[in-house]
């Protein structure tokens, strides 16, 4: 797919993320838009999967290991193909499947029910380890946030799929530098990221998140390195595309109200109709 087909579609995701989480009135948006571009990528180029066979036993596995983030999974998984968009509009309303958290029982194309932080990659990491004992040829990924992996699981994990060789996972940081509590760096400093996943034999790929010739040098990349899982350290911007969130920590886990969604979606259509004329 040509890069800009990918960035209309990633701007239609974002477009998607605030629409859900202001008819809910609650949720993420701020890491949700983060990580919009690298969920399109690995939905829309990168991975074997089938929206009309969500079971399919040689598809690829993701894992949103940061599960809050729910919105832009949900937005990802409706754009391509996996349920109906309109559903997106039920997000944490009571009787509807999309949750505020991902749950495998009742959302096609889920793999893992996730939500308790750190956990997702162990997941991941059992997925993996289960393709190499089975002889299968999948491939796995999860995505983290970088608050997410000041958790000490994530680092037990990290060490057990270095040591097993496990070529067959991805891992990717959503580095968009803020949680919940403010800059990670102030909360408890995670960095170097890129240094500490060398250090459990990962190999080590540092990108820009928006930049899709940089997203698809990496996932290339991780296909090709041998005996190592592979971790994406993408630099992001929190609340990316829409310019009174960007870079907010406020934006963490808040809603729209009526004005600020409007102003919003303006901005967004504005950005897609920048593309339409590219």
């Known amino acids: 797919m040509e890069i800009l087909e990918l960035k209309k579609i990633a701007n239609e995701i974002r477009k998607d993320i605030i629409t859900s989480v202001f008819s809910a009135k609650s949720g993420h948006p701020g890491g949700s838009l983060s990580s919009a571009d690298i969920l399109t990528y690995l939905y ?12 399919k036993q040689d598809r690829d596995r993701f894992i949103l290991s940061k599960g809050h983030v729910a919105p832009v999974y949900y937005s990802t998984l409706a754009n391509r193909g996996f349920f109906p968009k309109e559903d997106l509009k039920t997000l944490r309303k009571i009787g509807s499947y999309l949750q505020g958290h991902p749950d495998k029982k009742h959302i096609p194309g889920v793999d893992m029910s996730t939500g308790s932080l750190g956990q997702g990659i162990s997941a991941a990491v059992g997925m993996a380890l289960s393709a190499k004992l089975g002889n299968d040829n999948y491939r796995t990924y999860t995505l983290l946030g970088d608050g997410e992996i000041q958790e000490g699981q994530v680092w037990e994990a990290a060490m057990f799929a270095g ?7 991805v891992v990717i940081i959503d580095n968009n530098g803020l949680q919940i509590d403010g800059n990670i760096e102030e909360v408890c400093s995670p960095y170097p990221i890129d240094e500490k996943f ?3 034999n990962f190999h080590v790929i540092n990108i820009d998140a928006h930049n899709f010739d ?3 040098m990496a996932f290339d990349e991780a296909r090709a390195i041998k005996d190592k899982p592979t971790a994406i350290i993408a630099k992001s911007i929190k609340g990316k595309g829409i310019s009174f969130m960007e870079n907010q920590a406020c934006w963490h886990g808040s809603a729209p109200n009526e004005e600020q969604y409007e102003l919003a979606m303006k901005e967004l259509n504005e950005v897609g109709e920048k593309l339409c004329q590219m």
């Open 214 to 216: 940089e997203i698809k």
């Open 198 to 200: 060398k250090s459990f």
């Open 44 to 55: 829309f180029e990168e991975m074997n999967i089938d929206p009309k066979n969500p079971q």
């Open 163 to 169: 040591h097993k060789k496990l070529d067959n996972l």
